[in-house]
């Protein structure tokens, strides 16, 4: 009988997971803790936190501004945030919405790809120029998010589970867009580039999506 106490209570005792992560900010890693508190009954609430990055160069399908750019990518985050499960539903019980902060850092360093024929500002250039831009972006920033996702609902037996999840996060900062030409006949004013770079902090925007998958383990 002590025996089989013992078993039932290790078969019921998982409250945390760890696991590996692979999503649009790189790969890394997660820690998830289960709450006791609740919101709504048969819910789960669990707190998340994560670590991911990635250190990529000679990257080759850079676009900035609709051009293709290639480049070097450094790009590094840690997330922490509460993970809402709010339905009991034998299909639906894995659904969850996610909120927190995100702090991250991302540097970009690309040069366009080919000699330029197009317009830049009002001034319009052709392969025979010889133009190519010569781009650095750096943003450091913390951003909430909102996402939405299905997977790692902590079972009470604990072992293997996936996480796919969705979202967006608005940085509190803009990035820094730095921008030169290499322009050997000087057809490029200082304002064409500076309009260049405007258009480049433009696509970037103000508010990121974001993708991941996760296998993890509950213990």
Known sequence: MAVTLVTTSLAHSAEHSVGGRLGSQGIGASYT????????????????????????????????????YKGDVSAYSLQGGVDWYPF????????????????????????SKDYL????????????DRVKLNAEIEQSSIAPYLSMGWGNRIREEGGLSFQAELG???PFSDADVKLNATDPSNRLSVQNIDRERQKIEDDIGN???FVSVAVTYQF
Do not use: C, P
């Not at 669990?46 to 160069?57: A, H, I, K, T, Y």
């Not at 919405?97 to 995100?102: A, I, N, R, V």
């Not at 024929?117 to 025979?128: E, M, P, Y």
């Open 88 to 111: 009991s539903g034998k299909y639906t019980d894995n659904f969850f919405f996610s909120t927190g902060l995100t702090y991250f850092d991302h540097d970009i360093e690309g040069t």
């Open 168 to 170: 967006v996060m608005a």
């Open 207 to 209: 508010v990121f999506g």
């Open 33 to 68: 803790v289960k709450q006791d508190w609740t919101l709504v009954d048969g819910d789960q609430l669990q707190l998340r936190f994560l670590v991911m990055g990635v250190d990529v160069n000679d990257v080759d399908d850079l676009e900035l501004n609709g051009r293709d």
């Open 117 to 128: 024929s197009t317009n830049i500002g009002d001034t319009s250039v052709t392969k025979a």
